[in-house]
């Protein structure tokens, strides 16, 4: 992964996408439709529905022609032209025709193409190295690929020619410099009444006979429908053969997986154990299914329950999951009940995930790429509609929830999120959770209101209007005066009886003008201090308006901020300048240009759904962060006033 300092993500402005650094700085202006993540100093941006390639420094080195560009790998990307397949180099230049119905990306030199649903190889100048002949394959690996021709499985080398013929019933797959291989046995009818299947997926499926086809089904019990495989009349015998093709341990199972960790997993007479290179038994075949060995531990299930066991056969972690996955970056994921997963370290202890839970419905429409934490991070849900991503730690890296996101890779992950209209739009998050997205919003002031208007990538979905300044007034609306409190003594007094009160910091540089503190007996008072047509903010009214900020509470602050407010963009037109708040006799607090210049503050009462005798919500703003505390009744803080939008606010011209 790369370094913090080295790191351009995509950020979307609005409709717009360009690039910023970690710490949210735009580096590359918003000018695209779409931006892609880098790879290998390469991105592909979109404008006007097609794609080109920038390098890091924004310079285009492809221009706007294709329909589609992949991800550059090892000094590669495939590009997508007039509907037919190719590739670009690292200078942008179309070193490969684009003339394939379909391309995989080059592995050691050589990639995949299709035409007309054949398969040929090619080298890295576009010429072919086989003839289009093949089914189906797998990346070069060690200079061998895995090929499978008129319904067998072999491979070829680097030079397109077959070292291993076609003669095989499962993928040649290398690991360890041996291939778990399968043939017909013409001598032995087939006598399994269950077979395991993980030959080509990702999932631990088992199935049973029904008309002479295998009727596969997934762990939870579900029908696994994807594929359907016809059973033969003959049985397979699997064993292992080396490099050039020659049998290094006989035909002599039923099943037989990959090396990992210099063992492999074996199936005989219906149950799996583990053999060494030389195919010699070094944990005996006692165990009703098994995985492979990952991080120096292997699932095994014994009575219908999963545990772990060390590569010398010993039980690590106790048979008790009704489902259990390999190791990966030291978490393995097991099923503890009828319906919820979790996560379990090496030694068996369960990972905290703060409340969340997995379970099957769960992973019906969640996005992992290993079913594990991909770079310590994984995403999980409460509601099988919000997702968070959790670490390792169990702790939430975003505090609202996505509706997608995908694994992390390079430090970001794509995420989909749901705004206050409804609609869904994507943006990037990286590993700390910070997002990076702001929507684009517009400003109309008049004489005695803000009306702010937001945007997403799908146009205008939200509109408030706000006060211009701070509330500033001495009277009630029925002409009484709100007593001034012009000393602690005052303060304390008016705040022991329940009575309304304001007073201005003293403290305070700036002008009196918006200084007005108040407590919040002077708000709630039946006199009413608020002015026809106006309310007090909603704690929902400030989530509105953070969520046409955009961004994270850094971006959101600084656009809510005046520039005398640690130099604030005010881009929202809100205009927070930095006036203090009274916590209480006998101090009044002000840590903006005084003492402490560095630990401005200013807050404002909100109303809340909630209600607390002594207390009441106050939005925050503290130096650059955001909060929404609690605070005392008796404190003194500013008040800002919204009002409800009218068809007249609608028809503002943006």
């Not at 790879?39 to 294709?66: H, L, N, P, Q, T």
């Not at 398969?119 to 060690?142: C, L, M, V």
Request: glycine residues 8%; aromatic residues 14%.
């Amino acid at each position: 992964m790369l370094k913090k300092e080295e790191m351009l993500i995509p950020f979307r402005k609005g409709r717009k996408w360009g690039y910023a650094s970690f710490d949210q700085n735009i580096v590359i202006e918003c000018n695209y439709d779409k931006t892609e993540p880098f790879f290998e100093d390469r991105a592909a941006v979109m404008k006007e529905c097609k794609w080109g390639v920038i390098e890091r420094s924004g310079e285009i080195i492809a221009e706007f022609i294709y329909e589609d560009i992949g991800d550059f790998t090892n000094g590669f990307a495939s590009v997508k032209h007039n509907g037919k397949w190719g590739f670009i180099n690292s200078c942008g230049e179309l070193c490969v025709a684009a003339i394939y119905d379909d391309v995989q990306d080059f592995s050691e030199g050589r990639a995949a193409v299709k035409l007309n649903e054949k398969i040929a190889f090619i080298d890295e100048r576009g010429n072919q190295i086989t003839d289009f002949i093949y089914d189906e394959y797998s990346p070069f690996k060690n200079g061998i690929a895995s090929i499978k021709r008129n319904s067998k499985y072999g491979s070829i080398d680097l030079n397109g020619h077959e070292k291993i013929n076609c003669i095989y019933d499962i993928p040649v797959e290398f690991s360890e410099g041996l291939a778990a291989v399968s043939i017909i046995d013409e001598h032995n009818p087939l006598n399994l009444t269950a077979i395991k299947y993980r030959n080509y997926s990702p999932k631990y499926l088992s199935g049973y006979l029904q008309n002479n086809k295998t009727v596969w089904i997934e762990p939870n019990g579900d029908k696994y429908n994807k594929e359907s495989h016809e059973l033969t009349s003959k049985n397979h015998k699997s064993g292992y053969i080396n490099v050039d093709g020659e049998v290094a341990i006989p035909f002599l199972f039923d099943l037989a997986f990959p090396f990992k960790e210099g063992l492999a997993c074996v199936c005989k007479e219906n149950l799996f154990g583990y053999i060494d290179y030389t195919g010699t038994w070094k944990i005996e075949n006692i165990h009703e299914d098994a995985r492979d060995f990952s991080e120096g531990l292997a699932a095994v299930r014994k009575n219908g329950k999963w545990g772990y066991i060390n590569n010398s056969g010993v039980l690590q972690i106790e048979f008790q999951y009704l489902e259990a996955t390999e190791f990966l970056n030291g978490w393995a994921k097991v099923k503890i009940n009828k319906s919820d997963y979790q996560f379990i370290d090496s030694s068996g202890n369960i990972i905290n995930l703060g409340g969340l839970k997995f379970d099957d419905n769960f992973y019906k429409f969640t996005y992992f790429e290993h079913e594990s934490f991909s770079e310590n991070l994984i995403a999980a849900s409460d509601t099988y509609s919000d997702l968070y991503f959790i670490n390792t730690n169990g702790e939430k890296i975003n505090n609202k929830p996505y509706k997608e996101a995908g694994p992390f890779k390079n430090g970001i992950s794509n995420v989909v999120i749901e705004d206050n209209n409804g609609d869904l739009f994507e943006g990037f998050i990286d590993f700390k959770g910070k997002e990076y997205w702001e929507n684009e919003i517009r400003v109309i002031i008049d004489a005695d209101s803000i009306t702010i208007k937001a945007f997403n990538r799908f146009g205008f979905y939200n509109s408030q209007v706000w006060a211009l300044s701070n509330l500033d007034v001495t009277n009630f609306q029925n002409g009484d005066l709100i007593p001034q409190a012009q000393s602690d003594e005052e303060w304390e007094m008016f705040a022991e009886r329940g009575e309304p009160a304001w007073c201005i910091n003293p403290n305070n540089n700036l002008s009196t003008r918006n200084q007005k503190l108040y407590n919040w007996y002077a708000i709630t008072d039946n006199r009413k201090i608020i002015p026809q047509g106006w309310r007090i903010p909603s704690t929902f009214d400030i989530d509105d308006l953070l969520s046409m900020l955009g961004g994270s509470d850094l971006r959101q602050s600084n656009r809510l901020r005046s520039y005398d407010f640690l130099k604030g963009s005010n881009e929202s037109g809100f205009n927070a300048i930095p006036v203090g708040t009274r916590c209480g006799p006998p101090t009044i607090e002000n840590w903006q240009f005084e003492g402490d210049q560095d630990e401005p503050i200013t807050g404002w009462w909100l109303l809340s759904l909630e209600e607390k005798r002594d207390e009441a919500v106050a939005l925050i703003l503290y130096k650059n962060e955001i909060h929404f505390p609690w605070e005392s009744k008796r404190h003194g803080l500013s008040v800002r006033l919204i009002r409800d939008l009218t068809n007249a606010d609608d028809d503002l011209p943006f």
